[in-house]
Every structure is written in structure tokens, then in C-alpha cells.
């Protein structure tokens, strides 16, 4: 098995709440800083596909809402949590390693 480390903030650049979007390898990705852990998850919405980077609003206990429709995501689990059942986000694992945080990809 393989792991790859790719690098998409500096320690300290994301304020809390803040989404950068950035470049995984041509797919958009988000990444966030809430209650103190980094969080990745795809830029669309499973719903319908709506940009959760202009569109979603940031809520606490580590969720992210899709203003669109309502759709509300845990972003530990990319869990639809509105409605109960729904397509879920897909989420990527986070590490800060030394001054970069970096999605972990294993293969």
C-alpha cells in the first residue's frame, strides 16, 4: 500500500471558518479549519452539484449546509444529516505535518 502526502495550506494561513479551495490533482477540492481540526471535502454538493465554496455556510459541530436546497453534511463523516439518508460528501483525511497541511491519499 502507498501513501502520498499533498500539501494544500501552510500552518496558520486558514482562519477558522475560512475555505480555501484548491487543486487536488484536477478535482476541486475544499479545505477548512473549524473548531480547531482541518477538514477536506469535495467542492460539489452530491445534491444537485452546487459549489459548497460560494454556496455553503459553516455550522458548528463541524458541518457544512448547502444553501441551495438545505442539504447539511458532517464533515468527519461526509454523512448527509439533512435529510437523514441523502448521497453522502465525500471527505479526505487532513494532517498537519510539519508547518503544511496535507490531504492523505493512500492507495
Not at 452539484?49 to 458532517?74: E, P, S, T, V, W
Not at 448521497?87 to 493512500?106: Q, S
Request: aromatic content about 6%.
Amino acid at each position: 500500500m502507498g501513501v502520498s502526502y499533498i500539501p494544500v495550506a501552510r500552518a496558520g494561513e486558514l482562519s477558522a471558518g475560512v475555505i480555501k479551495e484548491v487543486d487536488l490533482c484536477g478535482r476541486a477540492v475544499l479545505v477548512t479549519l473549524l473548531e480547531g481540526r482541518y477538514f477536506a471535502f469535495t467542492k460539489d454538493c452530491p445534491h444537485e452539484g452546487a459549489d459548497l465554496g460560494a454556496g455553503g455556510q459553516m455550522l458548528a459541530g463541524a458541518k457544512i449546509r448547502c444553501n441551495n436546497h438545505g442539504y447539511c453534511f458532517d464533515l468527519q463523516s461526509g454523512a448527509c444529516l439533512v435529510p437523514q439518508g441523502g448521497a453522502p460528501l465525500t471527505v479526505l483525511p487532513v494532517e498537519e505535518r510539519g508547518e503544511e497541511v496535507c490531504i492523505k491519499l493512500e492507495w
